[in-house]
């Protein structure tokens, strides 16, 4: 078995990333989406996909011939060389989540980054062949892939502990001094109503550690506020009893402009039980997956939908629940779960090294 990392495809000298491969070989490919803000297809002319993988999870297998990255996430996917010999493109294209959405695609000018399979004994000079790539604003696709993964048979845990909705949201807050090119409100995002600010005088689990005040507030609210788009800003979290099970259920509603959110847990990996478009109901529940629901660590909340999740909140520390989307960070779209001590020396948080340096 060849591995092949696609990290050769974000080189940006003017060059072509070429992997030879031996005819009639299975290929591991490890794609990774390193973009700071754009959900990728990934697509090699002439072959499928066999997915065993997505962030870092082993999945059952699933066919395809597209795979879809949300920035942050890793796939990894099988591919048998069985075609006829020759040269074929390994292609990325955005894929745009913005609602209402961008209509180009490749054939129009999208922008399509390429490496090449070449066959052993092809000719390097040989014309790649290049696969049909969706349209830039195929959700159809991209909703099939996530929702068509399988995880491996698992013990999904139960009962529930801590049952949350947080609904995401992106709207305007006052503008603040330092925005000094700013008239009366600037953008800004927010999970149930809260846009996250980090704090100025410590860290977090400095703060957590030390029981220091003034730092935080563990108010987290666990229910989407009244008025969808009105926010605040604060550094809230909500405490999480050491081992407890947390169930959090995404929304993504088509207010203001909507895109898909990849949301990224820190320290923990969760199953995702259930995703779908429209507005989550209580009646959902019966479709949750809780004998082989994919595992990963980033779920792409479509665009007008919703996913839920579920994890066991076993590892001590403040962990950070965001969005992916880089420009969505700094304008508030996260919170924090802080995860407190268990009654073992191996469920506690360590003190720090005595050496860390002080800021």
Same mark, same amino acid.
């Given at each position: ?15 072509? @990333? ?7 070989? !299975? ?10 803000? #754009? ?8 072959? /499928? ?9 082993? !999945? ?15 796939? +990894? ?19 745009? #989540? ?36 969706? /349209? ?6 991209? /909703?099939?892939?996530?929702?068509? =993964? ?11 502990? &801590? /049952?949350?909705? %947080?609904? =995401? ?24 109503? &809260?846009?996250?600010?980090?704090? !100025? ?13 003034? &730092? ?5 609210? +666990? ?41 990224? =847990?820190?320290? @923990? ?9 429209? !507005? ?20 792409? &909340? ?6 839920? %999740? ?15 989307? +880089? ?5 508030? =779209? ?11 020396? +191996? ?13």
């Amino acid at each position: 078995m060849l591995m092949c990392d696609m990290i050769h495809l974000v080189r940006t000298v003017d060059e072509t @990333f070429t992997a030879v491969v031996q005819p009639n070989t !299975t290929v591991l490919l490890r794609v990774i989406n390193a973009a700071l803000n #754009t959900h990728l297809f990934f697509k090699v002319a002439g072959h /499928n996909f066999t997915v065993v993988a997505v962030d870092a999870c082993y !999945t059952a297998n699933y066919t395809t011939d597209t795979l879809v990255l949300a920035p942050g996430n890793t796939v +990894d996917a099988l591919v048998y060389t069985g075609a006829a010999p020759g040269s074929y493109y390994m292609a990325v294209e955005p894929h745009h #989540t913005l609602s209402p959405a961008a209509t180009t695609d490749a054939s129009d000018g999208g922008s399509v980054a390429t490496g090449i399979l070449l066959y052993n004994g092809t000719s390097a000079t040989a014309t790649p062949a290049m696969p049909a790539m969706p /349209n830039n604003s195929d959700s159809t696709t991209a /909703n099939d892939f996530y929702s068509g =993964l399988r995880g491996v048979p698992a013990a999904v845990p139960s009962p529930v502990d &801590v /049952n949350m909705t %947080i609904q =995401l949201g992106l709207g305007q807050l006052p503008c603040d001094a330092a925005q000094t090119n700013c008239s009366v409100n600037a953008f800004a995002a927010a999970m149930n109503g &809260v846009s996250f600010r980090l704090p !100025t005088q410590m860290s977090l689990l400095e703060a957590q550690f030390g029981n220091a005040s003034g &730092v935080y507030t563990a108010d987290f609210p +666990d229910g989407v506020p009244p008025n969808g788009t009105a926010m605040v800003e604060g550094t809230k979290v909500r405490s999480l009893p050491y081992n407890s099970t947390v169930e959090v259920v995404l929304q993504n509603p088509m207010a203001f402009p909507s895109e898909s959110h990849p949301i990224h =847990l820190h320290g @923990f990996n969760f199953f995702v039980l259930a995703q779908g478009l429209g !507005t989550f109901a209580p009646g959902n529940a019966s479709a949750y997956n809780l004998v082989d629901p994919v595992a990963r660590n980033t779920i792409a &909340v479509p665009a007008g939908g919703w996913a839920v %999740i579920r994890f066991v909140a076993n590892n001590p520390g403040m962990w950070f629940f965001h969005c992916h989307l +880089d420009a969505h960070v700094p304008m508030g =779209l996260g919170m924090v779960f802080a995860v407190e001590n268990g009654t073992t020396a +191996d469920s506690m948080l360590p003190p720090p090294p005595a050496d860390l340096p002080v800021c």
